[in-house]
């Protein structure tokens, strides 16, 4: 059971990227999926996460408008559209299972990504 990041990179101010989440040895839509990040020296923070089954969706105000989480369960992928990146998102990101209830923020569970690099510099 785990779940696998990709997608991540070196991006400019205002460019995009796309995270993606697989998940193996159980179906994405069976567990409610969040991504969080950690930047260099600061506390990890939940960015994002949908719910399940009911596909309920929160973010940080910090991403609302620019980026959105979706689920593409013939995929068995969760994913991160990131549009208009600032320096300020630069981080490692990581999927994580999390609290099926979603609408107050994104609770981690036991099962976590490795993480992807995600750098937004000019």
């Known amino acids: 059971v785990q779940l696998v990041e990709s997608g991540g990179g070196l991006v400019q101010p205002g460019g995009s990227l796309r995270l993606s989440c697989v998940a193996s040895?159980?179906?994405?839509?069976?567990?409610?999926i969040g991504w969080f990040r950690q930047a260099s020296g600061k506390e990890r923070e939940g960015v994002s996460c949908?719910?399940?089954?009911?596909?309920?969706?929160y973010y940080t105000e910090a991403v609302k408008g620019r980026f959105t989480i979706s689920r593409d369960a013939a995929k068995n992928t969760v994913y991160l559209q990131m549009n208009s990146l600032k320096p300020e998102d630069t981080a490692i990101y990581y999927c994580?299972?999390?609290?099926?209830?979603?609408?107050?923020?994104?609770?981690?569970?036991?099962?976590w990504g490795q993480g992807a690099q995600v750098t937004v510099s000019a």
């Open positions: 040895g159980f179906t994405s839509d069976e567990y409610a």
């Open positions: 994580a299972t999390v609290h099926p209830i979603v609408l107050f923020g994104c609770k981690a569970l036991n099962i």
């Open positions: 949908i719910g399940s089954p009911d596909g309920d969706i």
